[in-house]
């Protein structure tokens, strides 16, 4: 006989608590107590998202591919997080506004909206916060954040998630870690497409253990990663003669047989289960790396993303002559180039075999070149014009004794020119250009143009300008092109090459080219730029001044008589002196 007030309390108690236990992992209380278009949850198609789920280690890091549903299935595991764990707060971050705005609105809401584990009566009647930057379950919260200072600095969390990592500020990035200061769980894990190698998540990523997702064959029993290369794919047609990302479609989309193709063994050619769970394991490079925990998702994780759409979205990301999107969100790798990155083989072509630092003659014309910091870092150069410059000296000089430096070498040689970081040493740059005699110009990038001078309200040049991709790229160019000899580098040959190749070129489709810094230092980077577009500010200059000169002229008007009898002429009725 069924006993109503039983029954009653059963009722209550499934709509005020979630479906759980200590036993439970995080993928069964997903999967039991939350829905996808109103069925439950399920990893279905997708086991390697499992692991993921489940591993709530304090430092970890997740490369991502796109179409495998690793944001749905972190925030999915955010909210577990905190309904498991009572009165514990999760920052979630986005790169931008607009991000966080479009995943709060339609990942997060939706999910808290469906399910009754997120509606709880006693929620309802404390009308708890819901917006899409707060919400408020119970005694815990998530905020759903953009990757700002504000952000990170604001609030105190027990675990922050921090979403597409390699588009957000990467200073930002490591203030969020100061949010946990006081928390016993002090949990953070990023998640993102790769974008560059040696950036961002793929940096992170190297320093972890290194979980690939392996399959193995039933055929052999050898335990294969399977790639984007010849080794693991079987299309009838493929040439095997040429590489994978030089097959066009134009030549080659109809004579693909993608019907009958598979990913194979790459020991003996049999087709691999993908889809088969019990053939797919994470495994570890390096299992002692127990204090970093690292994920990387290939598109052969699951058996959803055929070699049809993956070869589509190649044609594709040719078609826009953008195949770094290929690598990043098709294969999950990170990507460079000589376009993309100064090659290391240009600037050894470029580096001479005089090591030494080269005293210059008192009469060569000599441009140096200045980054700015706590160690000022100098290049100096000779040459007669931009193209035909060698650098012949490498300095690093404490930003205190920088302008007695500076006024030291313009006395002792024939410096004729120069730039300097404007900021973020304003004033000391500023008294680099004094010292200097105006000839080491402060130089900040801005602007749309290439170089341009600011001059005062008496119209005297105080600073210039350059468009940051611009300037880098004209020093790239010249690197590439071989144009420019590197001498006097002493002991910093290496140091000086990592330098140069500290800062990639990030193009995409639509948007306009930058330069972005990678992980380490690119000091010389800098000061090398401002050398070598010294020349260009000095003729700037030269201009300036020579069209600065006081001129007189002659003031005219037509002679109306000379007007009424049909005839033009003109009658001078003074002189103005410009002074």
């Known amino acids: 006989m069924t006993n109503l007030y039983i029954d009653q309390f059963l009722n209550l108690a499934k709509e005020r608590f979630s479906i759980d236990s200590l036993s439970m992992s995080n993928t069964e209380w997903i999967c039991k107590n939350t829905s996808l278009k109103k069925r439950p949850f399920s990893f279905k198609g997708y086991h390697f998202q499992e692991a993921i789920t489940n591993d709530m280690h304090p430092n970890m890091d997740v490369i991502k591919i796109s179409q495998v549903g690793i944001t749905e299935i972190q925030i999915r595991k955010a909210l577990a997080f905190l309904l498991r764990n009572r009165g514990t707060s999760l920052i979630f971050s986005l790169p931008n506004e607009d991000m966080q705005g479009r995943v709060a609105s339609t990942r997060v809401k939706p999910i808290v909206s469906a399910d009754k584990v997120f509606n709880s009566p006693m929620d309802k009647a404390a009308k708890v916060t819901r917006s899409l930057e707060i919400m408020q379950f119970d005694q815990s919260f998530l905020y759903l954040v953009q990757a700002s200072e504000a ?36 949990i953070s894990q990023r998640f993102s497409t790769p974008t560059f190698p040696a950036f961002g998540i793929d940096l992170n990523y190297q320093t972890t253990d290194q979980h690939n997702y392996l399959c193995k064959c039933n055929s052999c029993g050898h335990w294969n990663d399977p790639q984007f290369d010849h080794r693991f794919l079987h299309i009838p047609g493929l040439p095997q003669d040429i590489p994978l990302f030089e097959v066009t479609k134009e030549a080659y989309s109809e004579t693909l047989d993608f019907v009958n193709a598979y990913v194979m063994c790459e020991r003996c050619q049999a087709p691999l289960e993908l889809g088969n769970p019990e053939n797919r394991q994470w495994i570890a490079n390096f299992p002692s790396r127990v204090n970093s925990r690292g994920y990387k998702i290939s598109p052969f994780a699951t058996e959803r993303l055929s070699l049809d759409y993956i070869f589509g979205q190649m ?57 700015m910091g706590q160690t000022c870092h100098v290049i100096v150069g000779r040459g007669n014009d931009e193209d035909n410059l060698e650098v012949i000296q490498m300095h690093q000089v404490n930003v205190s004794g920088i302008v007695p430096w500076v006024e030291t070498f313009c006395e002792t040689y024939n410096v004729v020119g120069g730039c300097v970081d404007r900021h973020p040493y304003e004033p000391t740059a500023r008294d680099i250009f004094k010292a200097s005699g105006g000839k080491v110009l402060p130089v900040e990038y ?13 119209d005297n040049v105080i600073h210039g300008q350059a468009n940051h991709t611009f300037f880098l790229d004209n020093f790239a160019a010249k690197i590439r092109k071989r144009k420019i000899r590197i001498s006097g580098y002493g ?85 103005i002196t410009n002074n």
């Open 151 to 186: 952000s990170a600095t604001s609030i105190p969390a027990d675990a922050v998630f921090n979403d597409e990592v390699d588009l957000s500020d990467q200073k930002i990035l490591s203030l969020f870690n100061s949010r946990m200061q006081n928390s016993d769980w002090k």
């Open 315 to 371: 044609w594709k990301y040719q078609e826009t002559e953008f195949i770094r999107g290929f690598y990043n969100t098709v294969l999950g790798q990170a990507y460079s180039d000589g376009n993309i990155q100064i090659p290391v083989e240009d600037i050894l072509a470029c580096m001479t075999t005089h090591s030494a630092q080269i005293t210059p003659d008192k009469h060569e014309n000599l441009w140096l070149g200045i980054d």
């Open 491 to 575: 002991n910093q040959k290496s140091v000086y090459s990592q330098h140069l190749r500290e800062m990639v070129r990030n193009e995409e489709p639509g948007k306009p080219a930058q330069w972005v810094k990678l992980s380490g230092e690119d000091h010389y980077l800098h000061a090398s730029g401002m050398m070598v577009i010294a020349p260009k500010f000095a003729e700037l200059i030269r201009f300036h001044n020579k069209t600065d000169q006081r001129s007189t002229i002659f003031a005219s008007v037509m002679d109306p008589n000379i007007l009424s009898s049909g005839l033009t002429g003109f009658t001078k009725v003074g002189l």
């Open 446 to 458: 801005r602007g749309l143009k290439d170089t341009n001078l600011v001059r005062d309200h008496e």
